[in-house]
Antibody, heavy 121, light 113 residues
Framework: QITLKESGPTLVKPTQTLTLTCTFSGFSLSTSGVGVGWVRQPPGKALEWLAGIYWDDDKRYSPSLKSRLTITKDTSKNQVVLTMTNMDPVDTATYYC?????????????WGQGTLVTVSS | DIVMTQSPDSLAVSLGERATINCKSSQSVLYSSNNKNHLAWYQQKPGQPPKLLIYWASTRASGVSDRFSGSGSGTDFTLTISSLQAEDVAVYYCQAYYGTPSVFGQGTKVEIK
């Protein structure tokens, strides 16, 4: 059974750096074709893909956010970490991590429940 | 970047009737490397994460009801719910996935008439 869970702060101040951790079970990020990605959703709005990291340590970022994002993995701990710098109120959103297959053309098969991050002073 | 545009933004359908959602991409998602359409559909119910329904434009994900079907190729795609049930009330998103970035449509809200 594949499960993912996001963790991190619920409130960050403008200009701060957000660090989110995705802890997963039921699969290995060493398996060929497997990845973990991050997707966010502002309240009442659409989904936005942010970043993905794959079994071969390939990392991909949304071009519009690339300068602010870093994604890393710890295969031994079954964790993926996303950092986003210089947070702004427009970054207020629910952040999801998701298991994917098909390498760096990811099909997001299983999703965490998401964590709501509010950016406010 | 590719742009995914869904229509309509919302629709209300009677129970047992057909619901049809369209998705148009600004460039073809049919890739010659594997001759597949890199197009997925997700369902998101209130307060829940998205759920994968369809991938490769027409392949149902495991456990997904056969009421849901996907069709189309190139730039134009359709998600059809053959006989709407109360539990199908949700927002539906299409997604193009090929390299970077993966792009979602704006969503279509399906309600009961």
């Amino acid at each position: 059974q594949i499960t993912l869970k996001e963790s991190g702060p619920t409130l960050v101040k403008p200009t701060q750096t957000l660090t989110l951790t995705c802890t997963f079970s039921g699969f290995s990020l060493s398996t060929s074709g497997v990845g973990v990605g991050w997707v966010r959703q502002p309240p009442g709005k659409a989904l936005e893909w942010l970043a993905g990291i794959y079994w071969d340590d390939d990392k991909r970022y949304s071009p519009s956010l690339k300068s602010r994002l870093t994604i890393t993995k710890d295969t031994s701990k079954n964790q993926v970490v996303l950092t986003m710098t210089n947070m702004d109120p427009v970054d207020t959103a629910t952040y999801y991590c998701a298991h994917s297959v098909n390498g760096n053309s990811p099909i997001s098969t299983y999703w965490g429940q998401g964590t709501l991050v509010t950016v406010s002073s | 970047d590719i742009v995914m545009t869904q229509s309509p933004d919302s629709l209300a359908v009677s129970l047992g009737e057909r619901a049809t959602i369209n998705c148009k991409s600004s460039q073809s998602v049919l890739y010659s490397s594997n001759n597949k359409n890199h197009l997925a559909w997700y369902q998101q119910k209130p307060g829940q994460p998205p759920k994968l329904l369809i991938y490769w434009a027409s392949t149902r994900a495991s456990g997904v009801s056969d009421r849901f079907s996907g069709s189309g190729s190139g730039t134009d795609f359709t998600l059809t719910i053959s006989s709407l049930q109360a539990e199908d009330v949700a927002v539906y998103y299409c997604q193009a996935y090929y390299g970077t970035p993966s792009v979602f449509g704006q969503g279509t809200k399906v309600e009961i008439k």
